[in-house]
C-alpha cells in the first residue's frame, strides 16, 4: 500500500537516494519528467542507476550505459543474455550496498522486476513506472508483478483495474506524449517547415528507431514506396530517423531497391513534424503508433521480426491487435499487416485507402482525439505525488 501521508505542506529538507533504471529512449523521457517533478517538491534528490541522455540532463548519474540493455525479441536478448545478466547482479550488489531510500524501474521488466523483488525483499520499496503488458501477453507475470513493486504507476486507463483486482497498489498517471503533444496539432505549419508545399499529398513512413529494426523494415518500406508510386507518382515520401547508422541503413536499402529516384525526402529527427505533416502514417508498431494517434494522422501499422520471436510472440498473444490505437479503442481501428501479411502490395493498397478516403481520414482524427484527452492527466506530476510519500516514509525512519 502507499503510504498514507499527504505531500501538501511539506517542507522538503535533507537528501534522498532513489534508485533507477531505465532501458530504452521512450523509458527515458519518462525519467527525465519525473526527475524534474520530483525536483520541483525536493531538490536534494540524488538519482542513481542506469540512466538515458535525457535523465543525465537532469542530473541522474548512470552506473552502465542505457544503451546495454536496448535490446527487443527472444533471439536478440538471448544473444546479449550474460552481459545484461552480469549488469543486474552488478547493480543488485550495489543497491544492497548502499540501500537508497527508494527504487524506480523504469519500463523494461524483464530486466527490472527481478532487481525489483530482491530490494523489496530487503526493505527497500519499489515503484514500476509503466505497466508491463499484461493485458497484451504473459498475464501471468501480474503476481509477480506484484511480488516484485510496491507500487506501480500505469500509462493506460484500461490497465488499472487489472491490478487492482489483483489487490496491487496501482495509480493511474497518464501518458507523457499527451501532455507534450498539442491537442491540435498545426499541419499546415508543420508542411512550411519541412518546405512541403500545402497541397501536397504526403506519406511519411517510420520503420523504427533500432539498427536491427531498420535492418529487418528497410527493404519493406522502400518497396512500398516504390508500390505507391507507381500508382501514384504525385506522392512525395518523408523518412525521419534518428541516427546516422539508421539513415546508412535505410539509404542502403533504397540503393538496393531501385529507390534512389523516389520523391522522398530522409530527415534527421523531426518526426512529429514529418507525422503533422502527412496524409498517412505507415509506422513500425510500437511508441510510434502512439505518437500518430496523438498527432491526429491515420496510419497503418506493421512490423517483422526474426521467425523465431515472431512465433513465440503470436503464441503469447491474448489480443487481435498489437498497436496502441487499436488496444485503446478496444477494436481495429487502423490496419495491422504483420510479418507474412507486411508485403509491399499490402501496405501500399491499405496507405492508398487512406489518402484517398476523406470521411475515413476524419473518423480516425474524431477517434484519435478521444484517445488524447483520456491520456492528458498531468503525467509528470501525477507520478510524483505517488511517489512522494515513500520519501516521506523514509525521512520520518531516518
Known amino acids: ?55 543525465l540532463s537532469a542530473g541522474a548519474k548512470t552506473l552502465f550505459p542505457m544503451e546495454k540493455l536496448a535490446v ?122 519541412l518546405r512541403l508545399p500545402k497541397e501536397a499529398t504526403v506519406v511519411t513512413m517510420l520503420p523504427g528507431s533500432r539498427q536491427s529494426e531498420l535492418r529487418q523494415m528497410a527493404d519493406l518500406f522502400v518497396l512500398t514506396a516504390r508500390e505507391i508510386h507507381q500508382s501514384n507518382p504525385q506522392i512525395h515520401f518523408l523518412v525521419p530517423l534518428l541516427t546516422r547508422e539508421t539513415r546508412k541503413i535505410f539509404e542502403e536499402a533504397l540503393y538496393r531497391n531501385a529507390g534512389e529516384n523516389l520523391p522522398l525526402t530522409i530527415l534527421f529527427g523531426h518526426a512529429h513534424e514529418a507525422m503533422t505533416a502527412a496524409n498517412a502514417v505507415l509506422v513500425a508498431s510500437g511508441t510510434a503508433t502512439l505518437e500518430a494517434a496523438l498527432l491526429k494522422r491515420p496510419m497503418v501499422i506493421t512490423y517483422k521480426m526474426p521467425r523465431l520471436s515472431w512465433e513465440i510472440m503470436r503464441r503469447m498473444g491474448y489480443l487481435p491487435y498489437v498497436g496502441l490505437p487499436n488496444i485503446l479503442a478496444g477494436r481495429f481501428v487502423v490496419p495491422e499487416l504483420l510479418q507474412d501479411d507486411a508485403t509491399p502490395p499490402n501496405l501500399a493498397q491499405a496507405l492508398l485507402n487512406i489518402v484517398n478516403d476523406a470521411d475515413l481520414r476524419l473518423q480516425l482524427e474524431a477517434e484519435f482525439a478521444r484517445q488524447h484527452h483520456a491520456l492528458r492527466q498531468g503525467n509528470a506530476e501525477r507520478a510524483a505525488q505517488a511517489i512522494l510519500p515513500y520519501l516521506m516514509v523514509a525521512r520520518r525512519a531516518s
Open 1 to 55: 500500500m502507499q503510504p498514507a501521508i499527504s505531500s501538501a505542506d511539506v517542507r522538503w529538507q535533507g537528501k534522498y537516494r532513489v534508485g533507477v533504471v531505465v532501458g530504452e529512449a521512450s523509458g527515458d523521457l519518462l525519467g527525465d519528467h519525473l526527475i524534474r517533478a520530483l525536483q520541483a517538491h525536493a531538490p536534494n534528490i540524488e538519482f542513481v542507476g542506469i540512466a538515458g541522455p535525457k535523465m
Open 72 to 193: 527487443r525479441g527472444y533471439v536478440e536478448v538471448l544473444r546479449h543474455y550474460f552481459e545484461i545478466a552480469r549488469i543486474r547482479r552488478q547493480l543488485k550488489r550495489y543497491f544492497l550496498g548502499n540501500p537508497p531510500d527508494l527504487f524506480i524501474g523504469i519500463d523494461a521488466p524483464d530486466f527490472n522486476l527481478g532487481l525489483e523483488a530482491a530490494l523489496k525483499a530487503k526493505g527497500i520499496p519499489t515503484v514500476h513506472y509503466v505497466s508491463p503488458s499484461i493485458w497484451a501477453w504473459r498475464g501471468s507475470r501480474i503476481r509477480r508483478i506484484g511480488r516484485a513493486a510496491s507500487r506501480i504507476l500505469a500509462l493506460f486507463p484500461f490497465e488499472k483495474p487489472l491490478y487492482q483486482k489483483e489487490g496491487i497498489a496501482v495509480d493511474y498517471v497518464g501518458h507523457p506524449l499527451a501532455d507534450i503533444l498539442p491537442l491540435e496539432p498545426d499541419r499546415l505549419t508543420a508542411r512550411a517547415q
